[in-house]
């Protein structure tokens, strides 16, 4: 996804429902993606990662869904915590480029008690 | 606290002036990155090390700004003369050699503020 100025897309859910957050990204010779977690003064926190032969990976409470057709990312996150409020970050390399990635425009989650 | 490091977190300064931030990465980590951060926006990469050698450089790191890994340890980023667009947060991240790793977890510091007046 490329940055689009300072406004950030805003995802307002209640606890304990489901959160989706959408990524598009550049570049279609991408091969690895990663999502970050940002919270408030602290730097990007590493959440889950997919590689580009897959469509979708679980983690913990986290699924990652990769659709590689039009260059499309999200990231469920399942019964959403007030603890969960943060900016989340998708962004995509070449595997072998080691960590150079390629961050997409946030999305601010936002989660009412 | 075994995580990664930087100092100082936060520094103003006059235009013009010089400003160096200091990286400390977690200590088996032979790969240190630095990513710049404005504000509403995802990081950018700028370079990288491995070990002591700087394998990468991006376009956005311009003839004013220097970074070193002098041991293959710490890590210094320096900018010359600086501009008022250089006021962003300089995030630093270390990790283990890419390939040997199943997982491309960067672990990333919570950063150097640089406000340029």
């Known amino acids: 996804g490329e940055s689009v100025g300072l406004h950030l897309p805003t995802l307002s859910v209640q606890e304990g429902d489901n959160s989706i957050i959408n990524c598009a990204y550049s570049?279609?010779?991408?091969?690895?993606f990663i999502w970050y977690k940002q919270e408030s003064g602290k730097g990007p926190q590493f959440i889950i990662d997919?590689?580009?032969?897959?469509d979708k990976r679980q983690g913990q409470r986290v699924t990652v869904l990769l659709n590689k057709t039009v260059k499309h990312l999200s990231l469920q996150i399942a019964a959403t915590q007030p603890g969960d409020s943060a900016v989340y970050f998708c962004?995509?390399?070449?595997?072998?480029?080691?960590?150079?990635?390629?961050f997409g425009q946030g999305t601010e989650l936002s989660v009412k008690p | 606290d075994t995580g990664v490091s930087q100092n100082p977190r936060h520094k103003i300064t006059k235009r013009g002036q010089n400003v160096t931030f200091r990286c400390d990465p977690i200590?088996?980590?032979?790969?240190l990155y630095w990513y710049r951060q404005t504000l509403g926006q995802g990081p950018e990469f700028l370079t990288y090390?491995?070990?002591?050698?700087?394998?990468?450089k991006s376009r956005l790191l311009s003839d004013r700004f220097s970074a070193e890994r002098p041991k293959g340890s710490f890590s210094t980023l320096e900018i010359q003369r600086t501009e008022q667009g250089d006021s962003a947060m300089y995030l630093c991240?270390?990790?283990?050699?890419?390939?040997?790793?199943?997982?491309?977890?960067?672990?990333f510091g919570e950063g150097s503020r640089l406000t340029v007046l």
């Open positions: 570049n279609s010779a991408s091969d690895y």
């Open positions: 997919i590689r580009s032969n897959m």
């Open positions: 962004a995509e390399t070449l595997y072998n480029q080691g960590g150079k990635l390629i």
């Open positions: 991240a270390s990790s283990l050699v890419w390939a040997a790793r199943r997982t491309g977890e960067l672990f």
């Open positions: 200590s088996e980590h032979n790969r």
């Open positions: 090390f491995q070990n002591e050698a700087q394998l990468e």
